[in-house]
C-alpha cells in the first residue's frame, strides 16, 4: 500500500516552440529507464491526442534486439527527417495469459510523435524497415501504404547498384532526397504481364524488382528522378520500355521523360542542362543517356518540356514564336564560339546563377548558319525583366573574352587559366582603389 506522506506532486515543465512534441518525448524518454511506462503513458495523456500535434504508439511484432539494431541504424534517423515525426522505442510488458502459465516477455512498442499525417508516416516507415530487420530480406508493401507510397521498377541487377556496398548508395540517396527508399521483395503475381510481353518481344529476359519510395510527394518525385538516371545511365532505354512510368503522368506532382539531342548529353558536364532546367523551371530534372528526368507539377513540367524542344530544335535551325516575357535574345554571335568549351561552361554558370537556361539557335531566315543567337529563358527572367540587362551585359563580357581566346587559339586549359589570371588583376585593381580611396580619405580627415 502506498504511503502517502511520501507521495507529492511532480514539477511541471513549460516547453515552446515548433518541435515542442519532439522535446517532450526527449525528456520523458530520459525517465523511461528509471521508471518502465513513462513513454507509454504519453499515449493515454489526453493532451497528445490532438490533430494537430500528438502521439500514436503500437506493438512491433519484432524481437527486442532488432528494436536495439534500428535504433542505432542511420534509417531511423532518416524516417524521422522524411516524416517529420518524432520516434522513440519502449517495451510494454505483456500481462499473463492463462493463469498457471508465466508471463510473457516484454512486447516492443514504438511512439510516433507529430502532426496526425507525420506521426502515422513515421509508424508506417518503422514497420517496414523493422520488419525487413525481422526477416532479414526485403519486405513486402503493406496495403495501408500502397496509395502513400511511389513504387518504381527497375532491373534487378541494380538493386545491389543503388543500395550500394553497406548500404552507402541508398543512405546517400535518401539523404539528399529527404525521402525512405525500401527495396520491396519480389512477388510472381504482382508482375505486369504487359511489361513482360515487351520484353519478351524485344528478346529481352530482363528480371525487373521495385523499390518504395517514402516520404512527401515532392521528395518521392525527386528520388524517382534520381533513382531512374541511375538505371538509365546502366541500362539505356529501360524508362521508353516501362508501361507503368509511361502513363503515370499526373496532374499533380507526377515525372516524365524526354528524350535530348545526343550532342547535347556529350557536352553535358561542361553545359550542366540538368541545373539550368531545374533552376528555369522550379522542375527537378535529372539527364542520362540522352534523357531527361523531369519531376514536379504539371505547368512546371510542361514548361520544362517546351524549353527542352527549344534547346534541341536550336541545335539546327531557328525556333520561332519564343515568348518574350521570359527570354533574353542576342543576336549575331559568331558559330564558331558556340563549340568553345570554356564559353559552353562560362554560359552554363551564368544561366545556373540567374535561374534560367541558355542555348543557342540560328538566325531567322539565315540558311547559311553565318550567325547564331544567344538565347536566355526562364521564369524569373518574367518575373523580374529587369534583370534581362545585366544578364545580356555579362553574356557579352564572356563573348569578348571567348572571341579574344580563339584569335589565340587557347585549349580549354589555357582559357580558363588566362581568365583566372584576369579576374585576380581585376580584383587587385579593385584592392589598390579602394586603399588609395581610403587613404586619401585618412589623410584630410588628419588635415
Same mark, same amino acid.
Request: hydrophobic share 40%.
Given at each position: 500500500?502506498?504511503?502517502?506522506? =511520501?507521495?507529492? *506532486? !511532480? ?25 518502465? #511506462? ?34 542505432? &541504424? ?10 517529420? &515525426? ?8 505483456? #500481462? ?53 507510397? *511511389? ?38 503475381? /504482382?508482375?505486369?504481364?504487359?511489361? /513482360? ?30 533513382? *531512374? ?71 512546371? =513540367? ?14 539546327? &535551325? ?5 515568348? *518574350? ?32 537556361? !541558355? ?24 518575373? =523580374? ?28 586549359? /589555357? ?24 587613404? /586619401? ?7
Amino acid at each position: 500500500e502506498m504511503v502517502l506522506s =511520501r507521495v507529492r *506532486r !511532480a514539477r511541471s515543465i513549460a516547453i515552446f516552440g515548433p518541435r515542442r512534441l519532439a522535446a517532450a518525448m526527449k525528456i520523458v524518454a530520459a525517465f523511461e529507464e528509471e521508471s518502465t #511506462g513513462a513513454l507509454g503513458a504519453l499515449h493515454d495523456n489526453p493532451y497528445f491526442q490532438g490533430q494537430r500535434l500528438g502521439v500514436i504508439s503500437e506493438e512491433l511484432p519484432v524481437k527486442a534486439d532488432v528494436v536495439q539494431r534500428l535504433e542505432k &541504424s542511420p534509417f531511423l534517423k532518416q524516417i524521422m527527417l522524411a516524416t517529420g &515525426s518524432s520516434i522513440r522505442f519502449f517495451m510494454k510488458p505483456a #500481462g499473463t495469459a492463462e493463469a498457471g502459465k508465466s508471463r510473457k516477455r516484454s512486447v516492443p512498442c514504438v511512439l510516433a510523435g507529430g502532426s496526425l499525417q507525420e506521426r502515422w508516416r513515421g509508424l508506417q516507415g518503422v514497420k517496414i524497415i523493422a520488419l525487413g530487420m525481422e526477416e532479414k530480406r526485403h519486405p513486402t508493401l503493406p496495403p495501408a501504404l500502397l496509395g502513400d507510397a *511511389r513504387r518504381v521498377s527497375i532491373p534487378t541487377d541494380m538493386v545491389s547498384v543503388v543500395v550500394g556496398k553497406r548500404m552507402e548508395s541508398l543512405l546517400e540517396l535518401m539523404k539528399s532526397t529527404n525521402t525512405v527508399i525500401v527495396p520491396l521483395r519480389e512477388k510472381a503475381e /504482382e508482375k505486369d504481364m504487359l511489361f /513482360e510481353m515487351i520484353l519478351e518481344d524485344t528478346g529481352s529476359e530482363q528480371k525487373t524488382s521495385e523499390i518504395a519510395i517514402l516520404g512527401e510527394p515532392s521528395a518521392q518525385a525527386l528520388a524517382e528522378v534520381k533513382v *531512374r538516371s541511375i538505371v538509365e545511365k546502366h541500362h539505356p532505354g529501360f524508362a521508353e520500355k516501362d508501361v507503368n512510368f509511361n502513363n503515370q503522368a499526373a496532374a499533380g506532382f507526377g515525372v516524365e521523360t524526354m528524350l535530348l539531342e545526343s550532342e547535347l548529353e556529350l557536352i553535358e558536364s561542361r553545359i550542366e542542362l540538368a541545373k539550368q532546367l531545374t533552376g528555369a523551371t522550379g522542375c527537378s530534372v535529372e539527364i542520362a543517356a540522352s534523357r531527361a528526368f523531369i519531376a514536379g507539377m504539371k505547368t512546371a =513540367r510542361a514548361l520544362c518540356q517546351e524549353y527542352i524542344c527549344w534547346v534541341n530544335n536550336g541545335l539546327q &535551325s531557328h525556333v520561332p514564336g519564343l515568348k *518574350r516575357q521570359d527570354t533574353a535574345i542576342r543576336c549575331k554571335v559568331d558559330p564558331e564560339l558556340m563549340d568553345l568549351p570554356w564559353l559552353q561552361q562560362q554560359l552554363a554558370r551564368l544561366a545556373i546563377e540567374t535561374s534560367s537556361v !541558355a542555348f543557342w539557335d540560328m538566325e531567322e531566315g539565315d540558311t547559311s548558319s553565318a550567325s547564331r543567337r544567344l538565347i536566355f529563358a526562364g521564369t524569373v527572367i518574367a518575373v =523580374r525583366p529587369g534583370v534581362v540587362a545585366g544578364l545580356l551585359a555579362k553574356a557579352d563580357a564572356l563573348i569578348s573574352k571567348a572571341e579574344e581566346y580563339k584569335e589565340k587559339k587557347l585549349s580549354f586549359e /589555357e582559357c580558363c587559366e588566362a581568365d583566372k589570371a584576369a579576374r585576380k588583376e581585376q580584383a587587385e585593381e579593385v584592392k589598390g582603389l579602394f586603399t588609395n580611396r581610403f587613404q /586619401e580619405a585618412w589623410w584630410e580627415d588628419r588635415n
